[in-house]
T-cell receptor, first 114, second 111 residues
């Protein structure tokens, strides 16, 4: 069965550094998402992306965050200047049309900021 | 603002029991509701999706029901097995793309 794949599985970065998290959504999917889960807390929505632009973002997704689909297969989340509170599991998800299709999640990238 | 609650936070049962997992949400204006399974250190596996117009969905030993007007969903697991041990999350989608998640319920099925 097709899967959403995320790399790396674990990223350790110094505070203030830039980090790029990578995702390969399921190939025929058109809608892409990033969520995060801080340890012990709920999964939280960050951003949705469709037709090469952000369709929705949460208040968490401030100017230090950006997303990009640099080619036909990858979808990336960049955090420009990481903070300690950015430490979390970051999940990528995708779905196909029509709107009643489920979102499929990757295994996540555990981001640790030191 | 939509809030999703799952109670209890954890449940430990002997193998073979039939289980009911609860999910409640504050805003009944939802588009759909999804149940997920999360294994330790892993991502979220979609189990069932119920459209707002549907009352229930079934997949194997799993059955999910939705009562939109009362803001509730239940996930029924028949004849539980140790392999069902995981955290189960409920998430609702309202008028936008985002899913709003509950905190999950950690299920342990003992052999």
């Amino acid at each position: 069965e097709p899967e959403v794949t995320q790399t790396p599985s674990h990223q350790v970065t110094q505070m203030g550094q830039e980090v790029i998290l990578r995702c390969v959504p399921i190939s025929n999917h058109l809608y892409f998402y990033w969520y995060r889960q801080i340890l012990g807390q709920k999964v939280e929505f960050l951003v949705s992306f469709y037709n090469n632009e952000i369709s929705e973002k949460s208040e968490i997704f401030d100017d230090q965050f950006s997303v990009e689909r640099p080619d036909g297969s990858n979808f990336t989340l960049k955090i420009r200047s990481t903070k300690l509170e950015d430490s979390a599991m970051y999940f990528c998800a995708s779905r196909s049309d029509p709107p009643n299709q489920p979102q499929h999640f990757g295994d996540g990238t555990r981001l640790s900021i030191l | 603002k939509q809030e999703v609650t799952q109670i209890p936070a954890a449940l430990s049962v002997p193998e073979g029991e039939n289980l009911v997992l609860n999910c409640s949400f504050t805003d009944s204006a939802i588009y759909n509701l999804q149940w997920f399974r999360q294994d330790p250190g892993k991502g979220l596996t979609s189990l069932l999706l119920i459209q707002s117009s549907q009352r229930e969905q079934t997949s194997g030993r799993l059955n999910a029901s939705l009562d939109k007007s009362s803001g509730r969903s239940t996930l029924y697991i028949a004849a539980s097995q140790p392999g069902d041990s995981a955290t189960y999350l409920c998430a609702v989608q309202g008028g936008s793309e985002k899913l709003v998640f509950g905190k999950g319920m950690k299920l342990t099925v003992n052999p």
